[in-house]
């Protein structure tokens, strides 16, 4: 979509579309699942904040592709685990454990390591691009924690979660795009290419709004922090899957980095997780030497007669 050209300008106006895709998405299931009539749960006032957050993350995310490549992009997206958990720590009052910050400190070093491989490949480097997808990567991490922290505490659905912050967002964005005088601008863009703009995103935003449907029931049932270090390993998998189907430059400093943030998830992971591999890891162990030993018994002695 963003290889067209003139479309870097109109980054606002795409996320001003998936705002009403999602919103249109999220009244359609209200109507489905008869749930239209349910009383809101969720006071307004937070709806405010969470459309607030996620216009930011959005509409940065979306300003920010048309001056980074993708492997790039993906890499930022990957490191959200770090304000994440910063911001759980200042909005919510939880404690982590020193394997979740040692895996936010790699995940650092592996993104600064990134960046200094993208800036090697590309001669276009662009520091206003990495300004706005770290905007959006900030923004992104305190939505997480103010979900969970609603979710949690007014029981809401995730329908209603995103009906309102996606209906307030699209207001947002439709009154900024009118007031700067940009948005009769992008619909002619959008309407000059219909199918690289209009149909891209239709079908990504669709995609979109069940994927999200995924990270809020994560987010309502293991915390924003689990919910991140999934997507992240999805988002692992995107960027692999983008180096082996297309045709891209690359650097050493792209294996070390990304090496370093796989590692970072690995972490996290087992932190969350710590109780139980343990055990497989023993029952593991315990296995081979079982096994071993049976084997061991069972073979003759070279010194036997």
């Not at 987010?219 to 992240?232: D, F």
């Amino acid at each position: 979509m963003f290889k067209v050209d003139g479309m870097e300008l109109y980054g606002w106006h795409l996320t001003l579309i998936q705002f009403l895709i999602y919103s249109i998405m999220a009244q359609l299931e209200s109507i489905y699942c008869a749930v239209i009539n349910e009383r809101r749960k969720i006071p307004i006032y937070i709806y405010l904040q969470i459309a607030t957050f996620t216009v930011g993350t959005m509409g940065f995310s979306n300003v920010a592709v048309g001056y980074l490549n993708y492997p790039t992009q993906v890499i930022f997206k990957c490191c959200k685990l770090i304000p994440v958990l910063i911001g759980g720590i200042i909005i919510q009052g939880k404690q982590y454990s020193c394997i979740d910050f040692t895996a936010a400190c790699m995940m650092s070093f592996g993104l600064i390591i990134f960046i200094l491989g993208d800036s090697v490949v590309s001669p276009m480097f662009n520091p206003f691009g990495y300004t706005m997808i770290s905007i959006a990567l900030l923004f992104d991490a305190i939505i997480g924690n103010i979900q969970e922290k609603s979710l949690h505490t007014y029981k809401a659905s995730n329908n209603e979660m995103i009906l309102y912050s996606y209906s307030i967002g699209f207001i947002y964005i439709m009154l900024g795009l009118m007031i700067y005088g940009n948005f009769l601008d992008g619909f002619y863009f959008f309407f000059t290419h219909p199918l690289q703009t209009y149909g891209y995103v239709t079908l990504f935003s669709i995609s979109g709004y069940l994927g999200l449907n995924a990270v809020l029931s994560l987010v309502r049932t293991q915390g924003a922090l689990t919910a991140v270090t999934v997507t992240t390993i999805r988002k692992a998998v995107t960027i692999t899957l983008s180096f082996l189907f297309f045709s891209k430059p690359y650097v050493m400093q792209y294996l070390w980095g990304s090496l370093l943030i796989l590692t970072a998830i690995y972490l996290n992971l087992y932190s969350k997780n710590r109780t139980s591999w343990e055990l497989i890891i023993k029952n593991f162990i315990q296995y081979l030497r079982v096994t071993y030993t049976i084997n061991y018994s069972k073979s003759p002695s070279i010194y036997s007669t």
